[in-house]
């Protein structure tokens, strides 16, 4: 298969669809890969990195896509790149498309077969390609809110963990889930108070079984959201529905009770956010102020940390890449049923419920798409 690797043009966006040990395992497979110029050079893989390991450098992004079959991206194809798209192309990479109108359209129009990353699953009901990102976004959660929290950045003054005879912050994480455990293990470690909030009794035993006494575990009821927000300095949205357009939890009223110089960081933005009073930011422009809150909501925050994530990322894809090329988009789709849950959107007709449901459109089946296309 011919599979095109274009450079990503989102605002600071450093990641790269495939590192060269990626492309490797996809050359010796007898694949042809096109990778753009200069596409990782921003995280230290030149040009001559990828051709060492078999890849073609062509000098743009219309190359790419004229020469792939299957373009592997890291980010939502951006207005100019949709337009690149034609029915015969694979397109795999993250899409979040529940709150992206636009987006849809543009990827319905060009007829390609457009697999999101974010619902692929596994055999345990997991989503194995949102992890690695979901457990950076988690971790640089603390680290932003903590800097968000300097008065330089407009927030309160206050050191996230305190020091002796100075009590630390509080921080409350809304939900439990892989980007909130991470964000977790980050907030403890430096030594804040922290709160967790979710609806899964089962989380919270897990959570309150590692960490014991040094978190407070609450289940998520309006009530004890609203007082948990109200009390904190730093407030991190951690909150999932796979595919869907994320609930707006915390309201706008409960950001009016927060002190001022308190921060927020909702890192569901992608999925449209889950604060009322949440817009998407870049990394050159991350916050914005709310009724005196600072809100940090940066929609591709592992970008921040681009070499990490493109090797997280990659670790994560590369198997599937690999079903991808070595079978063909059709019978790979049919074969893996957890391949198949990624395919989002399919000869211009949307194969997943949830965002059909999020955009009012008509919905069709994967498998039943896929057997009759």
Known sequence: MYVGVPKE???HEYRVG????????????GHQVFVEND??????????????????????????????????????PQAEERALLRPHHVLFTYLHLAPDAPQLKGLMDSGATCIAY??????????????????????????AGAHCLEKSMGGSGMLLGGVPGVAPAKVTIVGGGVVGQNALAIAVGMGAQVTVLDR???VL?????????????????????????????LVIGAVLIPGAAAPKLITREMIKTMAAGSVVVDVAIDQGGCMETSKPTTHSEPTYVVDGVVHYCVANMPG???RTATQALNNATLPFVLQLANKGAQQALLDNTHLRNGLNVYRG?????????????PFREALDALQKG
């Open 118 to 143: 974010e619902t692929v699953t596994d055999v345990h009901g997991r989503l194995p390609l949102l992890a690695p990102m979901s457990e950076v976004a988690g971790r640089m959660a603390v680290q």
């Open 39 to 76: 596409a990782g050079a921003a995280i230290g893989y030149s040009n001559e990195d990828y051709e060492a390991v078999g890849a073609t450098i062509v000098q743009q992004a219309s190359d790419v896509f004229e020469r792939a079959e299957m373009i592997v991206k890291v980010k939502e």
């Open 18 to 29: 495939l590192i060269p040990a990626a492309v490797r395992e996809l050359t010796v497979a």
């Open 200 to 202: 899964s009794m089962d």
């Open 205 to 233: 035993r897990r959570l309150d079984q590692v960490y014991s006494n040094r978190i407070t575990t609450l289940f998520s009821t309006r009530e004890a959201l609203e007082s948990s927000v109200v009390h904190s300095d």
């Open 349 to 361: 007709e949307v194969t997943y419920a949830e965002v059909a449901e999020a955009r009012g459109m």
């Open 304 to 306: 921040g940390v681009a």
């Open 9 to 11: 043009i989102k605002n």
